[in-house]
């Protein structure tokens, strides 16, 4: 599986600390996957949405034999899909291989804002913008992947695009995140497979709290999910499709999968489903006082907090040529 770099893989510490390098930058997140030998980058459209057609070209340039995917979301698309057609345009101009997009601001599996029925209407008013936008991905041949990104369980995505109807609208499966909301990474790949766009490769530490777990950011290979195991489902049933090192969010997630109504806004599933999912949860879990607070948390130096996600990259980076 070929495998590259997205630039939610790091924060802004590194502009702030003056490196020589910014990974939040297109230009130095391709200095840094090249100089790792990886495939691809993956940042925000918006970086590249006002370049000329020329600085486009210098860019890809720059890229090598590299390929680009690029990202977009934050928004309600009921309310404006503006934000992926222009993502859409650029990766048309740019040459991308796909676009990924997030679909609401929910985290951790906490829907419970909405409720249950706010959170299928939430769902359905979707349907209809993604209808309307979707012809222009059809037209330019770029995949569009929902990235699950800690709100939207699998059964949930391939309902939504079972309705929207496009064979170019799929999904971005952030590996880890499938935990989020009670389901275990393989039987989330197995389900989504079939439409699956892009991969997202991101792990986790577990430490548990009376009411779930905290999820915190760690390197590839040290965390919660079985490598070797999903890289080879992602082989057998979706070879073509490539995936990025994502690390993920510099802020411990804490997924409340123990209260009782946190299950309310979900449709009812398996219990298996739920019972693997906290079996791999309590067999991951760290020792109860261990910290799960990252040095951005702790409000440490720019020079710390880079040097803390530059090692998990680089240790990544090892276990993936190594491992996988």
């Not at 569009?144 to 499966?173: F, K």
């Not at 009411?211 to 049933?237: E, H, I, N």
Request: proline share 5%; charged share 25%.
């Amino acid at each position: 599986m070929k495998i590259g770099l997205c630039a939610w893989s790091f924060t802004g510490s590194h502009r702030e600390a003056g490196r020589a390098i910014d990974p939040h930058s297109p230009e130095g997140l391709t200095q840094l996957a090249h100089e790792n030998s990886l495939g691809s980058v993956e940042f925000a459209a918006q970086s590249l949405q006002e370049r000329s057609d020329e600085a486009l070209a210098s860019f890809r340039e720059e890229l090598g034999d590299m390929d680009l995917f690029l990202d977009t979301g934050g928004a309600n698309y009921a309310e404006d899909i503006s934000p992926l057609r222009d993502a859409i345009e650029t990766a048309h101009r740019a040459g991308a291989l796909a676009v990924r997009t997030t679909i609401s601001h929910m985290l951790e599996g906490d829907r419970r804002a909405l409720g249950a029925q706010g959170m299928q209407d939430y769902l359905n008013a979707l349907v209809q913008p993604f209808k309307e936008i979707m012809p222009l991905a059809e037209e330019y041949g770029i995949p569009v992947g929902i990235e699950n990104h800690q709100d939207v369980c699998s059964w949930e995505l391939l309902d939504l695009c079972e309705h929207v109807g496009s064979p170019q609208l799929g999904v971005t499966m952030d590996v880890a995140n499938a935990l989020a909301v009670g389901e275990t990474p393989a039987a989330f790949a197995e389900r989504v497979m079939p439409i699956l766009k892009h991969v997202h490769f991101k792990d986790y530490t577990i430490h548990p709290t009376p009411s779930g777990y905290r999820f915190k950011r760690c390197a590839l290979g040290t965390g919660v999910v079985d490598w070797p195991q999903m890289v080879a489902l992602f082989d057998a049933g979706a070879p073509g499709v490539q995936g990025c090192i994502e690390l993920g969010a510099s802020q411990a997630r804490h997924v409340r999968i123990l209260e009782n109504d946190y299950w309310s806004t979900y449709a009812p599933r398996p219990q298996e489903e739920v019972l693997n999912a906290l079996r791999t949860l309590h067999g991951a879990a760290r020792p109860a006082g261990e910290d799960w607070r990252t040095p951005h948390e702790h409000e440490e130096s720019a020079d710390a907090r880079s040097d803390y996600e530059l090692d998990q990259f680089t240790r990544s980076v090892s276990f993936i040529k190594e491992t996988l």
